[in-house]
């Protein structure tokens, strides 16, 4: 799904060395970004429906005895369905077109946003706008490092890469453990490895840019993948954030 290159293999030109400066490459990010800001902005507004309009909060969620909120079994189907969704699409879109790359981002950004709607639930309104704020400053100063470092961040993002699986492997497993104290660990670990794939995965952008030599199909699916890869980062470093610092309910 990250091939956005669509088979070219070129190289940075050398008299674009400063691509901060590059006009092309400030729209091309700039179009990443704004499908990240209107994706976070449906799941914020399909969050709070799923959340706090009875008739479907109801549908999607429980509470057990012991005042835990779950997740129905239209719940558990909507929170897990985005990853269905992406294990076929790396199967099924071996030459994406932008509009396929579009409907791909969307479907997994309105499945997780519904799945959401549980943090009203957990948190306070409250600290889940004031943990958002955060949020968005952090994956803001975060982005513009990777997009203006020199530096290649390629064994950077491997070295988180791994580090993800691990993360995945150990929140599996205190799934059935629920331990708080582990679950602590993972929430400061999903801190730093989200962090550091939001800087990663812009100087990616940045670079497949220059790779895909302006052929604007490729940078039209580049766009919807980019902005997914952003955009899963945003929430990921978010709901980890809030696991640590957030209120309550």
Known sequence: MSDFNRGYARTVPADRADMSVDAGLRGFM??????????LLLSAALAYLTGNYPPIRDLMFTAAANGRIGYSPLG?????????VMLIGMFAMRNPTPRSASIFYWTIVSLIGAGLGVLSLVYTGTSIFSTFLITAAAFGGLSLVGYTT?????GFGSFLIVGLIGLVIASVVNMFLQNSAMGFIISVVGVLIFAGLIAYDTQRLKMSYYQMGGDQAAMGVATSYGALNLYLNFINLFQFLLSIFGDRR
């Open 150 to 154: 020199k530096k290649d961040l390629t």
């Open 76 to 84: 558990m189907i909507v929170a897990f369905a985005p990853l269905g």
């Open 30 to 39: 700039l179009g990443v970004y704004n499908k990240v800001a209107l994706g």
